[in-house]
């Protein structure tokens, strides 16, 4: 899987095509082998995600002091919630497509399912709760990346709205889709594969397509991305360097 994602980098455009506001700058980073995926935070852990990892840092002292125990295939993306870590998990590139959201749970260290999606519309690329609803984004790739979509649940993970991707963002998506995205506010801010980029959308009153706000610049060349509670920037990773990589707004 790294070794294809890496070759379609390789004859790939360097840069997204949007032109970009400033948005995000490196403050400090942390190297880590697991850095391949996805990176998540809290004020005591850095949480780095491979594929089938979840390996946990200790902050202060920048020493890994966890590895999670629990199978897993295609991890992607993750964020904390309630003390726990919920990363999107897929069988990503196989078919049919099976998704997943998994959660590690620090105090066990066991990496479990948390809910298995039944036929979900894609592979599942990233997941986030905002207090009341979960929002899942499902991806599709080539020549189907406007398959995308953001679906939008209610407890016992009912369905209640979904919304596709803006043109200008699936073109820009390179053929391959959003790795990860979060909450900014009221706006969401969503991740590029293998570009430093993020497009801030905006959910619509009505209507079923996110809307492009702005292309932001940032310092993480794709891959999932989480808030920082202890600095209130932005968390992510730079897979080629095999680091995760800490934010802070552009002055």
Known sequence: MLLLAALLVGFAPAESKLALKP???AASSLPSPH???????DEKAVYVVSNTTVAVYDRATGKLVATSEGKAEHLNSAFV???KVYCAHSNYPKKPDTSEIRVYDPATNKLTVFHDFKDPPGSLVWNVHDGKHWWCSFAHYKAENAKTVLIRYADGFKEEQRWTFP???VDDWDGMSASGGIWDGDMLLVSHHHFKVLYRLRVPKDGTELELAE???CPFPGQGIAADPETGGLVGIDR???KVVFAERAK
């Open 23 to 25: 948005g995000w700058t």
């Open 240 to 242: 080629a360097g095999r």
């Open 167 to 169: 043109k200008a963002v």
């Open 215 to 217: 292309a932001l610049s």
């Open 81 to 83: 919630w309630k003390g």
């Open 35 to 41: 850095a391949t995926q996805a990176a998540a935070a």
